[in-house]
């Protein structure tokens, strides 16, 4: 499985930002689809993921950006979004989009996301 984001640059706090991240390989395999960010000098943390179970999608968000990031996929064209609105100056990271398989975990090349205030 290859992914590559995109989509990340510099905004202004409250502005908004959609990342991308084109999947593919061996997409039927996949189980789970995730946003990671590492800002600097922290540890990566998991941002939202999205699982595939029994036909639904089932999106997981960490606390501090329910309510202002979305997780989205498209089957069809093999991608995955996080829309981020009312981004604050701690969403400042290096975002990576990852895929989760049943034995594996693949992962993308980070898009950097600078939010000033």
């Known amino acids: 499985v290859q992914l590559q984001a995109s989509g990340g640059g510099l905004v202004q706090a409250g502005g908004s930002l959609r990342l991308s991240c084109a999947v593919s390989g061996s997409t039927n395999s996949i189980n789970a689809l995730a946003w990671y960010r590492r800002a600097p000098g922290k540890q990566r943390e998991l941002v939202a993921r999205i699982t595939s179970r029994s036909g639904m999608d089932i999106p997981y968000y960490v606390d501090s950006v329910k309510g202002r990031f979305t997780i989205s996929r498209d089957n069809a064209k093999n991608t995955l979004a996080l829309q981020m609105n009312s981004l604050k100056p701690e969403d400042t990271a290096a975002y990576y989009c990852?895929?989760?398989?049943?034995?594996?975990?693949?992962w993308g090349q980070g898009t950097q996301v600078t939010v000033s205030s």
């Open positions: 990852s895929a989760v398989l049943p034995f594996n975990v693949y």
